[in-house]
Structure formats: C-alpha cells, structure tokens
C-alpha cells in the first residue's frame, strides 16, 4: 500500500511576527527578550514533606512562568539505585557521627525506604521533576529584584531556586511552551518524585475562583487568578446581578467599566446611567452611543410615554409582577399610572391625596383625547401620539377655566402652576416633548452630569424616568443578554417616595428572567438602609449572586458588617481602602480580590474617574 507522505503546512510568518519577540540577546543570568529582561531560575532542591498545591503560590507569583517537566522514570533502575542509597545511609546510621548528620541520614533513609515502598509495592509510578521559573522585568534592577523575591518565597516553601548560570538558552527553551526540555536542564534540576506528589504541586489548585469561562476579574490575595462568568446559572448562582459599594475613589467606576468592557467584548449589550459623567470617554472609545439625559436635544424620555411593562402570564405570578400590589392582566396604560404617580411624587414632591387623584383624572382625560384608554394596546403606538407635558399642562389650565366649584377650580390652578416649570419652563428641556432616545448601539450611557447644579429632586426624577426607559429596553428581548448599570444609585433614594427604590427593587428581581443583569453601584449603604426604604434597599444589596464590597469606612463599614456579617478580617481589609481591593462575593464563594487593569483598559477608560 502505498505512503501517503505528509504535507507540511505553510508557514504562517505573520503570526510569527506578532507571538515572537523581536530579537533575543543571552547573558551569562540573564536575557533580554524583545523589549523585556528576563532570567530562568531553576528548584533545585526540595522538602522531604510538602503539603497540597505546595508549587502553587510560586506559580501565581505576579510576573513570573513556571513550567513543569515530567519525564517517566525506569522503575527498576530507580530501584536498584534505591536499594543502593538505602544501603548506604543504613551503614552511616549505624557508623555514627555528629547529631545532626544522624538526624539528617536518618530522614533520607525514612523517605527512601517511604518511596521504595511506594514503587514496589503500592506500584506506584515515579517521575523525574524539573521545575523551571521565568522572571521577566523592564530592567536590571526590577529583575534582581522580583529573582531575589523569588527565590525567597522558595526558600519559604523549603526549595532552593537557583540560576541557571551559562544555560539561559536552554532554560528558556525549558520555560517555552514546546514541552522540550533540554537535557542540560534535567541534568541540574531535575528529582524523582512519586506520582502522588506531583499531583499536589498543581497550581491550578490555589484559592482563586476560577468558572472556567467568562474573563478576568482580577487576583486574589495570593495573586490566583478570578475568572468569572456570570452568567452561568446554576446552583448558588439564581442571578447575574452584581452590588459595588465603596467609598469615593476607591474604584468603583473602574472595576464598573472593567466589568462592562469584558462583558462588551463578549457581546452584552450595554446600557450605563451615568450622572458623574464617567463612561463618557469609555463610551466615544468603544463607538458606543453617549446620551445626553441632562436636557440634551437627542436624550428626551417623555414621562407621558406609556413604557410596556410586559405582561407574560406564563412566567408572571403575583410574586414577581413589577407592581405587587397590582393585579395581573392589567393594560400598559394602567401599569403606567403607576409609574406617572411615582415619577410626579419624586417631582412634585408635595401633592396632597386630593391633588394626585385630580392630576390622575386629568391624566385619564388627556390619554383619552390622544386615542389611549385602557384597553389600547401601546405597543405600537409611536412616540409622537403620546402627549406630552405641555399639553397636560395646557387641559390643566382648560380645566381651571370650566365652570365648577371654587375648589376645583383652586385645585386645577394649583396644578398647573406645579407643572408649569416641566412645561413650559425651566425643566421644560428635560421632560416637555415626544421621546427622541433612538438606540443606535450595544453600548449606551445616559448621562446626567449637566444636572449637576440641579436640586436633588430633578436629578432623583429623572434618575427614575431613565431607568424606566431601560428597563423598557431591556424588556423588549428575553433573548438579549444586556447588563444595566446604575451607578451612584443612592440618588434613586427618596425616602418621602420609597417606590422609586421599589422599582429599582423589582427591576433588579424580575431582569433575571430577560437574560438580563443589573449593577448598582453606590458609596452608601445606609441611603439603603434608612427605615423608610430599607425594605427594598436591603434586598437591593443582599440579592445579586455578585458583590464587589471595596474600601469604606465609619457608619458604612458598620452597617456592611452586620448585614453581610463580615469578619475582622474582612472589616480591616476594607478600612485600608485600597485602590482596585475589595471583598468578592460570587455565590457562596468569598475572597479578597483585587482589580487589576490592563495598559489598554486604561487607554479605553480615558479621562472619566478622576485619571
Ligand atoms: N484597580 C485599579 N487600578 C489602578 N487604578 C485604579 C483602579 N481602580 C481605580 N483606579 C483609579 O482610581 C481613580 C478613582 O477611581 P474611580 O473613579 O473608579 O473611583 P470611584 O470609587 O468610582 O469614585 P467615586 O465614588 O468618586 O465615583 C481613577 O483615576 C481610576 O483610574
Ligand atoms: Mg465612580
């Protein structure tokens, strides 16, 4: 039969180009590598007892390669050079000498008759070890600095590292991912050890979190890797909500946009309110669309537009409606009433019973003459039927003319006057006209920041008005993963209007089932915990699988530690408040994680934050 000989594939120079370094210049302990110094340390020497996991705090060591090598031993040479050292510590033993050698001969005799046993009798397979380092640094001194880091942490774990004097080549190539290690390695470096023991030098077994998919959260405390996918469901993970609280500075929005721009890039969709002007640079980077919210032309939500609150009676029961207290089946326009009732308490602050149930009335009307009761159908209603707050205000005037009682009269009067400044004045640009929000893109951000002079009340209205605009969106498509971000959240809180939280509550419970995630992000906890809101505010922080609790202090790290029963440990680590450091909750899993951004993160990131 005849050999069909083996093509051998082209090769492809580019990728070369891109995964080589530029060039590679040996020295005696050293190399440079492209544009970096590097140095291979080679473990030498190893403890008679180690423990699980016992390579792996060197190999999660920041800046450093570790390549292992195994090369089957031949069981019945091993033996027979077993036999033979055993012999010889025997007759030392019984030669005498100083204490300590005896103590010294009498360990090795222990552990060579330990592993003979093992091969012989247990069967057990033996493997020949070389364990090889890599160090890379910028310059002479980072690397004599991160070597002697090294070789200190080996020495901690009972190794000895050393250099590998005049074979800088071949130990690169014994670091290199070619599985080849030269045999001038293994002659240093290289030790028999049973199989047992090599299982439990694995570094994959450090404490980090690692979900196998998704991307890089950060490090842990001994620079393990956490790699996190929170979409994954199962188990102790029903949500991929996420809750970021920390004092200012210490990180937040960064650890928001490293979240978001892997999400990104992983094709979520995005949707971030912004009322600090954070993500706008971000944002212009990733091509992405920046909404100005803040009386911007293209930013209009008009509160009168009927958001659908979807009504799916498969997957709705009463527990989990947007509105508890409502019935189910009820239309779009009547779940809207809700959220007008909502939004013109958090603006109106001081209407009386008697004036709200007026201003619904004349709500009701107004629907009514643009072609919307209750029974319509909104879905496809476009935005310019909807009316909008100057034409409430304009039937609210018409109303104060009609003949009726001075109270009524007085009572149509007040209103219009209350809604004169979103009509026709000051907060006219904010709220008076159709919706003019088109989404272009994947990665939205609403802005907020030219409210910043505002009084808390606008910037908490439209706060609310936003969110129901998304929540709008994200509604839309049970399909579409999409992550909504929500950052300084505690402006959502009124504690007069509780419900405005409530929504943010039931937004934060129900996206779960829209494929969807929710992140709040805040530097106060007790804006949540005040009795009033407390309810929702709790469950707001308790709730997502996914928490990232970073620096705080004072009335915060208090009212963290009781809710989330944080240990001493945990409470000092926080009161340090560093930058890019905080507790990571995911599930039931708890750690010290640490942020950690890369040069091209930041460079996306741009100037929002502070930079
Ligand atoms: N992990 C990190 N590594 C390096 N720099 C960071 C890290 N996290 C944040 N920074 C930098 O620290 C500064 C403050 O961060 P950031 O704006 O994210 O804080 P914040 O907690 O959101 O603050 P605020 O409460 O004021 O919004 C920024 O310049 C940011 O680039
Ligand atoms: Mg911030």
Redesign the pocket.
């Known amino acids: 039969m005849a050999i069909k000989p083996i093509k051998a594939r082209p090769v492809n120079n580019h990728v070369i180009d891109v995964i080589t370094p530029l060039a590679i210049e040996f020295h005696t302990s050293d190399f440079w590598f492209g544009e970096s110094l590097g140095r291979v340390i080679l473990v030498t020497n190893y403890p008679s007892r180690v423990r699980i996991g016992w390579l792996s705090r060197i190999a999660n060591m920041e800046g450093v390669t570790c390549s292992i090598h195994l090369t089957p031993a031949n069981p019945s040479k091993l033996i027979e050079n077993l036999d033979k050292s055993i012999g010889e510590l025997g007759g030392r033993l019984n030669g005498g000498g100083s204490a300590l050698m005896l103590q010294r001969a009498e360990q090795q005799y222990k552990d060579a008759n330990k592993l003979l046993q093992k091969i012989d009798q247990e069967q057990e397979n033996v493997f020949y070890v070389t364990v090889a380092i890599m160090v890379s640094a910028k310059d002479k001194e980072e690397l004599e600095r991160k070597g002697k880091k090294i070789e200190s942490a080996l020495a901690g774990s009972k190794m000895k590292g050393r250099t590998a004097m005049f074979k800088q080549e071949e130990a690169l190539q014994a670091v290199s991912p070619y599985g080849h290690c030269p045999q001038a390695i293994k002659d240093i470096a290289s030790r028999n050890m049973p199989v047992s023991t090599i299982a439990g030098a694995f570094p994959f077994n450090s404490s980090g979190l690692n979900d196998g998919q998704g991307y890089i959260f950060g490090k842990d405390q001994n620079g393990g890797i956490v790699l996190i996918d929170p979409w994954i469901r199962g188990g102790d993970r029903t949500n991929s909500n996420w809750t970021i609280l ?10 928001v946009k490293h979240i978001f721009l892997n999400e990104y890039s992983q094709g979520t969709k995005i949707i971030i309110i912004d009322p ?1 002007r ?1 993500y706008k640079d971000l944002c212009e980077n990733l091509n992405g669309q920046w909404i100005n919210c803040g009386g911007g032309a293209g930013g209009l939500i008009n509160p009168l537009q009927v958001k659908d609150v979807p009504n799916d009676e498969t997957i709705e029961t009463k527990d989990n409606l947007l509105y508890k207290d409502e019935g189910n089946g009820m239309g779009a326009l009547a779940l809207h009433f809700q959220t007008l009732r909502t939004f013109f308490k958090l603006y109106l602050k001081d209407l009386d019973d008697m004036a709200q149930a007026t201003l619904e009335e004349v709500l009701e009307e107004l629907y009514k003459i643009h072609d919307i009761v209750w029974a319509t159908d909104t879905s496809r209603i476009p935005n310019e039927q909807y009316p909008v707050l100057r034409d409430l205000y304009n039937l609210m005037n018409e109303k104060a003319k009609e003949k009726g009682t001075a109270t009524m009269r007085e009572r149509y009067e007040k209103l219009a006057t209350l809604l004169r400044r979103s009509a026709i004045g000051a907060d006219s640009a904010l709220w008076n006209g159709h919706t003019t929000i088109e989404v272009k893109s994947d990665f939205i951000v609403l802005d907020t920041h030219d409210l910043q002079e505002s009084d808390d009340t606008i910037k908490r209205t439209q706060y609310f008005n936003i969110l129901t605009w998304a929540w709008q969106q994200l509604s839309k498509n049970r399909e579409e993963k999409v992550l909504l971000g929500v950052d ?1 959240a505690y402006l959502i809180v009124d504690p007069e209007v509780p419900r405005a939280l409530q929504f943010l509550r039931n937004v934060s419970k129900r996206i779960r089932k829209y494929k969807g995630g929710l992140a709040v992000i805040t ?1 106060s906890v007790i804006d949540f915990l005040d009795p009033t809101v407390r309810r929702h505010g709790q469950a707001l922080l308790d709730d997502p699988c996914f928490k990232f609790f ?1 620096g705080t202090d004072g009335k915060n790290l208090e009212e963290l530690t009781k809710i989330m029963n944080l240990t001493e440990a945990e409470q000092e680590m926080l009161a340090k408040k560093k ?2 450091h905080g507790l990571l909750i995911a599930g039931s899993k708890r750690l010290h994680a ?4 890369a040069d091209h993160e ?1 460079k996306l ?1 741009g100037k929002g ?3």
């Open positions: 920390g004092a200012p500075g210490v990180g937040k929005s960064a650890t600090e954070e300084e530097h970073m930058r890019g640490k942020v950690e951004l930041v990131f934050g502070g930079n």
